[in-house]
Nanobody, 123 residues
Framework: VQLVESGGGLVQAGGSLSLSCAAS????????MGWFRQAPGKEREFVAS????????YYSDSVKGRFTISRNNAKNTVNLEMNSLKPEDTAVYYC?????????????????WGKGTQVTVSS
């Protein structure tokens, strides 16, 4: 599956952004999906994940209560709604898909990755 992220940009602290990931391929609806991010000089880290059905979602402690992951299997998209953004949320955000299994926070369990979209939060 090929993944393409969009929706990044520059926003002031406290603002909101909505990211979208468009997937190609007929197997999207059977795959768990995740969002990860990587800030300059840091390792890529887990942000959120969602089951194939959309019923199960998981978040990192740093974004819980501020970010919401969702998916639309009819449109082959997975979204990340980000509210109350902080400067520490600044990073390149990546969409990822698993071949098998449920949602996971483990980066190594995702086999398909997008090229990322930049999110910058100014103070």
């Amino acid at each position: 599956v090929q993944l393409v992220e969009s929706g990044g940009g520059l926003v002031q602290a406290g603002g909101s952004l909505s990211l979208s990931c468009a997937a190609s391929g007929r197997t999207f609806s059977s795959r768990a999906m995740g969002w990860f991010r990587q800030a300059p000089g840091k390792e890529r880290e887990f942000v959120a994940s969602i089951s194939w059905s959309g019923y199960s979602t998981y978040y990192s402690d740093s974004v819980k209560g501020r970010f919401t992951i969702s998916r639309n299997n009819a449109k082959n998209t997975v979204n990340l709604e980000m509210n109350s953004l902080k400067p520490e949320d600044t990073a390149v955000y990546y969409c990822a898909a698993r071949d098998l299994g449920g949602p996971s926070f483990e980066l190594k369990e995702y086999t398909s990755w997008g090229k990322g979209t930049q999110v910058t939060v100014s103070s």
